[in-house]
C-alpha cells in the first residue's frame, strides 16, 4: 500500500479511544507508586503559561508492560528495546464479560469465542473486555476496580501463544486474576515475547468488530513498562 492510499483509507476509519485518563487518585496496583499532578506555573498564579509536573509509575493508567518485567534472562527486551510493531496491528475483541469476580478465561471460553466470529489469526491483537471498566474510579471509590478481578487463565494464555498473537490487552489491572498463583497469563505470554496492555477501556464498543490497534509506549531506557494512549480503528460502517 502506497502512503497515499494509507491516507485515504485511514480517513474512512473511526478512531475508538481505549485508553484511561491519567488522574489523581485513579486505581494502581497495590504494588505500584502514585501518579501525582502538580501545578508548576499557571495564568491563575500570574504567570504567563500552563504547565504541571507529573510523578508516575511506568505501571500506572492503561500502560504496555516489556518482557523484561517478569523474564530476566539476556534477549527479553525492556521497553525501549520492545519492537513497535508489536504493538499495532489488526486485532479483535473477546466478550469476556460473563466470568465473575476472580474468575479466568480459559482455552474453551476462546474456542467457543472462535466458533461464534471466527478464528484468531497469527499476527492479531487480542483484546479481552472482562467488563471490569464499570468499576474504574477515583479515590476513595477506587478500590472495587483494584480487586477481584478476573484475568486470563494458564491454558487461555498457552492457546493465545500456539495462536501465534501479536499483543494481549485486558481492562483489568492485571492480566492475571487478582491474586493469581505465579502469574502464569504474565509469565506464559512475556516469555514468548507478546506483550500485555493492562487498564484499557471502551473495548464493550469492539465486540463485533475486527479493527486495527496502535499503542506506542514512551521511550524510557530500560523501562520496564509505559503509559500509553492507545487507540483502534474501525471502518466506520
Known sequence: MSLLQ?????????????????????????????????????????????????ILNEHNGTHVDSFGHYIDKPGFEMIDAVPLEKLWGPCVTVDATFLKDGETLEKEHLLAWEKAHGEIQPGDGVLIDFGWMQYWDVRPNDQRFCHDYPGVGAS???????????????????????????????????SHKIPVVENLRNLGLLHEKRGYFVALPLLIRDGSASPVRPVVLVDRT
Open 6 to 54: 494509507l491516507c485515504e483509507a485511514v480517513k474512512d476509519m473511526e478512531v475508538v479511544e481505549v485508553g484511561q485518563y491519567l488522574e489523581e487518585g485513579m486505581p494502581a496496583h497495590p504494588s505500584h507508586s502514585r501518579f501525582y499532578k502538580m501545578r508548576w506555573h499557571g495564568f491563575c498564579l500570574g504567570d504567563s503559561c500552563n504547565d504541571f509536573q507529573l
Open 156 to 190: 487461555a494464555a498457552a492457546y493465545l501463544v500456539e495462536k501465534g498473537v501479536r499483543m494481549v490487552g485486558v481492562d483489568t489491572l492485571s492480566v492475571d486474576k487478582d491474586r493469581a498463583v505465579q502469574d502464569p497469563a504474565h509469565n506464559t505470554l512475556l
